[in-house]
């Protein structure tokens, strides 16, 4: 930055990874009573579930610490007054049904703007409840700063009352390291519809997760093996998932009561079907089309044998069209025949 010119700057804090960090219990000033932790009901109160929800809410705590000493800094260099801060997550917690998933534990984050300008746009406690999606920040932060909003950006200004606030968003998500999955959502104020393209995968189907033996995921596998898991619980890990789901957030929140075969709700289902197809043709959805090998390979240098596993194969039939000649299942992972 020279000669106080305007800049922008991006700051990557670890957020929930602080829990990874060696120091991170010493970190926390005031943890959270572990025996105050009220799970949502997919969850079973378990210490080992218990623990990974505290050390999130934990992690917070660390992460608004953090926070507060930017904004301290900006103020002792003189460059507060001139700033506007927009705070927000990639993605939710790790715990089940959150991470790489579309419920709203997954795709629903925070969001939070201060304009410190004398002559900021955005009055102090202002709640914005419309439907905003993270494609929205580029646009809307450029409009704040003065800056022409470029045509090609498919965000929109949130702050820009000529413009009707968003009916829906559309959240997706297809392969996550090496876990081969495609599932779409569309987000409207009061339903959720959810599309699994792949229901022949389970939603536990290995991740990095199981890799790196993350204690929660183990607990919930065998608390499910064992038949602990009350019905609610259990879903998540069936072996097979429905090609559609319809959840109405307003009454139920959690997500727990599939309403796509209710005969009341088709009129809402076929609604927000259409949307998806729309939106799928209109952007040329790239998830409907099968993965590059060059993609495929360079997370199987990566991964190596944890890229898949043997008890999918089934999955390797089905698209064995696609693998060809270039990957072929063995010893419970995937080796290259190209050269041979």
């Not at 929930?16 to 970190?27: L, T």
């Not at 997919?42 to 705590?61: G, S």
């Not at 796509?260 to 790239?286: C, F, G, M, Q």
Request: charged content about 30%.
């Amino acid at each position: 930055m020279k000669n106080n010119e305007p800049f922008f700057g991006q700051i990557q804090l670890y957020g929930g990874k602080e829990i990874f960090s060696i120091e991170f219990k010493e970190k926390v000033k005031t943890p959270v009573n572990r025996n105050k932790i009220e799970l949502p009901p997919y969850l079973p109160t378990h210490p080992v579930i218990i623990e990974e929800y505290a050390n999130h809410l934990d992690a917070i705590q660390i992460t608004d610490e953090k926070v507060g000493e930017i904004i301290v800094e900006l103020a002792e260099t003189g460059l507060l007054d001139n700033t506007i801060i927009f705070f927000f997550s990639d993605h939710g917690m790790r715990l089940t049904r959150h991470k790489q998933f579309l419920y709203e534990g997954g795709i629903h984050v925070p969001l939070m703007i201060a304009d410190f300008r004398k002559e900021g746009k955005i009055e102090p406690g202002t709640n914005n409840n419309d439907l905003v999606s993270g494609i929205d920040i580029g646009p809307s932060s450029l409009a704040l700063a003065g800056i022409e909003i470029p045509s090609y950006m498919e965000g929109q200004n949130i702050f820009d009352n000529s413009i009707e606030p968003k009916k829906y968003i559309v959240s997706t998500r297809d392969r996550c390291d090496f876990t081969i999955d495609r599932i779409r959502s569309v987000r409207s104020m009061e339903y959720k519809y959810i599309r699994n393209f792949m229901t022949d995968r389970p939603y536990t189907q290995p991740t990095y997760m199981d890799v790196d033996g993350v204690d929660f995921v183990k607990v919930m596998k065998q608390l499910y093996a064992q038949n602990k898991l009350d019905s609610i619980q259990a879903r998540f890990f069936s072996n097979e998932r429905p090609e559609e789901e319809l959840y109405n957030l307003v009454e139920d929140p959690f997500e727990l009561i599939n309403l796509a075969n209710d005969p009341e709700y088709s009129v809402t289902l076929t609604e927000h079907r259409e949307i998806l197809n729309d939106w799928i043709k209109k952007t040329d959805d790239k998830g409907q089309y099968l993965e590059s090998e060059e993609g495929l390979k360079f997370m199987l240098g990566i991964w190596g044998k944890n890229a898949i596993n043997i008890e999918y194969e089934p999955i390797r039939k089905k698209y064995k069209d696609f693998e060809g000649s270039l990957f072929e299942l063995k010893n419970q992972g995937w080796r290259s025949i190209e050269n041979e």
